[in-house]
């Protein structure tokens, strides 16, 4: 059974940092090619930053200098370091795994999905 759960989410003032991780276990296909994802009340979830198994990496837009993803391989772990935030990063942020295909930013490119860990910035 694949199991992904997400943790470091919390309250921030804008301009602050926050880490996020996912914990993965079980057996993913593509165990190394994930992502993070976010979606805020009434809008579409939304790629944030994909990690691929060659080592590169994708990031959308809105956080590109701001957001780093990673992983720790030895922990079956990935990371998401958010620094600079702003107000309209606040969502609920969900980790994906079991990539099937490209585009690496896009929802229906991943299989597995963790239960989502709320980020909610304030100014």
């Known amino acids: 059974e694949v199991r992904l759960v997400e943790s470091g989410g919390g309250p921030v003032q804008a301009g602050g940092s926050l880490r996020l991780s996912c914990a993965a276990s079980g057996y993913i296909y593509r165990r190394y090619s994930m992502a993070w994802f976010r979606q805020a009340p009434g809008k579409e979830r939304e790629g944030v930053a994909a990690?691929?198994?060659?080592?590169?990496?994708n990031y959308a837009d809105p956080v590109k200098g701001r957001f780093t993803i990673s992983q720790d391989n030895g922990k079956n772990t990935l990371y998401l370091q958010m620094n600079s935030l702003k107000d309209e990063d606040s969502a609920m942020y969900y980790c994906?795994?079991?990539?099937?295909?490209?585009?690496?930013?896009?929802?229906?490119?991943?299989?597995?999905w963790g239960q989502g860990t709320q980020v909610t910035v304030s100014s």
């Open positions: 990690f691929r198994g060659d080592g590169t990496t």
């Open positions: 994906a795994a079991h990539f099937l295909g490209p585009p690496p930013l896009a929802a229906g490119s991943y299989k597995y």
